[in-house]
């Protein structure tokens, strides 16, 4: 139950697209669909922002997307705004009824 | 509206117990899954357990298999997690999180979480 790997942090301009990696193993993140993404203030409880790898709950703009390929899922914001700085976390599902998380990345939005 | 409000947290020295709850309300609390996930101090998320709605099913993150047990109760809404031999890297926000849907592999509603500090 190793963390995925995520970059420590990330920065961009507003209006600016940047996009975060998932490095996991054929384990969890390549050998199943059930990568999510969550986003968190600081001092405030996680937000679920993508599910099912590239899938939008209700509410969440179209400026967040997600994919993946292999090993490694990402999660692409464009059009970057301030409230989107925070920091952002990849789930996946790991066989046997447990999940992982990453290590979580800081957006910083210049 | 979908609320969950954890307690029980604290200062508990190494070896001793806990148990934290988490009251849930405004969803029917039986039909989802529920998890635990931690967070130390300035580091990031880690799920700690989940459990599945009439509680026959649970599993445990590594770190805390054998220590910790995950339980509900469906009359009372709420969410358990009882937390034994507890260690200094225990410490951490323990939140509690909705299972989305009738998935167990994601979490779409989180309470503010209750700390609990391991020390002597």
């Known amino acids: 139950q190793s963390a995925l790997t995520q970059p420590r942090s990330v920065s961009g301009s507003p209006g600016q697209s940047v996009t975060i990696s998932c490095t996991g193993t054929?384990?969890?993140?390549?050998?199943?669909?059930?990568v999510s993404w969550y986003q968190q203030h600081p001092g405030k409880a996680p937000k679920l922002m993508i599910y099912g790898v590239s899938e939008r709950p209700s509410g969440v703009p179209d400026r967040f997307s997600g994919s993946k390929s292999g090993n490694t899922a990402s999660l692409t914001i464009s059009g970057l705004q301030a409230e989107d700085e925070a920091d952002y976390y990849c789930c996946s599902y790991a066989g046997t009824y447990i999940l992982v998380f990453g290590g979580g990345t800081k957006l910083t939005v210049l | 509206e979908v609320q969950l409000v954890e307690s029980g947290g604290g200062l508990v020295q190494p070896g001793g117990s806990l148990r934290l709850s988490c009251a849930a309300s405004?969803?029917?609390?039986?039909?989802?899954?529920m998890h635990w996930v931690r967070q130390a101090p300035g580091k990031g998320l880690v799920w700690v357990s989940r459990?599945?709605?009439?509680?026959?099913?649970?599993s445990y993150a590594d770190s805390v298999k054998g220590r910790f047990t995950i339980s509900r109760d469906n009359a009372k809404n709420t969410l358990y997690l009882q937390m034994n031999s507890l260690r200094a890297e225990d410490t951490a926000v323990y939140y509690c999180a909705r299972g989305m849907g009738i998935t167990t592999v994601y979490t779409d509603y989180w309470g503010q979480g209750t700390l609990v500090t391991v020390s002597s």
């Open positions: 054929s384990s969890d993140v390549g050998g199943y669909n059930y």
């Open positions: 459990i599945n709605g009439d509680g026959s099913a649970t």
């Open positions: 405004g969803f029917t609390f039986s039909s989802h899954y």
